[in-house]
């Protein structure tokens, strides 16, 4: 069974910065490309950043560039995202999620965690 959870969600200040993990089990990591997802309250999915299966290969969302960076351990199944300069408007609940390919932007997603929950707000 495929498993992703995340951690690292909490309450944060503006202009400070977290470290998202998600650790995945049930399927062979190292293989494919994962993502980072949010959905702000009230709103819909918002595609964050990807990172290709040997991390060498990386996207961001605008919103995201020059703040955030993606990354990966393959010998701890483990990708995180790190965010610096948080806003209020990135308070939502952020999922990783498990590409069905090996490199791609915004590509097909065929498993989900449950999130963590990243507030914004002095």
């Known amino acids: 069974e495929v498993q992703l959870v995340e951690s690292g969600g909490g309450l944060v200040q503006p202009g400070g910065s977290l470290r998202l993990s998600c650790t995945a089990s049930?399927?062979?990591?190292?293989?494919?490309?994962m993502s980072w997802v949010r959905q702000a309250p009230g709103k819909g999915l918002e595609w964050v950043s990807d990172?290709?299966?040997?991390?060498?290969?990386?996207y961001y969302a605008e919103f995201m560039k020059g703040r955030s960076t993606i990354s990966r351990d393959n010998a701890k199944n483990t990708v995180y995202l790190q965010v610096i300069n948080l806003k209020p408007e990135d308070t939502a609940v952020y999922y990783c999620?498990?590409?069905?390919?090996?490199?791609?932007?915004?590509?097909?997603?065929?498993?989900w965690g449950q999130g963590t929950v990243v507030t914004v707000s002095s």
């Open positions: 049930g399927f062979t990591f190292a293989d494919y490309a």
């Open positions: 990172i290709s299966w040997d991390g060498d290969s990386t």
């Open positions: 999620a498990k590409a069905v390919v090996r490199v791609g932007v915004r590509g097909t997603l065929d498993a």
